[in-house]
């Protein structure tokens, strides 16, 4: 659910730019796959 916070904070950014902004700022791993096939749901 925090990926997708995240996307809704900024929708412009791809899901490559959104794993690495939620390891970043969460300080756990989240794959491009992972946030891809979260926002595709």
Do not use: W
């Not at 899901?15 to 595709?40: C, K, N, V, W």
Request: hydrophobic residues 45%.
């Amino acid at each position: 659910m925090r990926i997708i916070n995240l996307a809704l904070e900024a929708p412009e950014r791809s899901p490559r730019e959104l794993a690495m902004r939620f390891i970043d700022t969460q300080g756990h791993f989240g794959s491009q796959a992972s946030a891809y096939r979260l926002l595709r749901a």
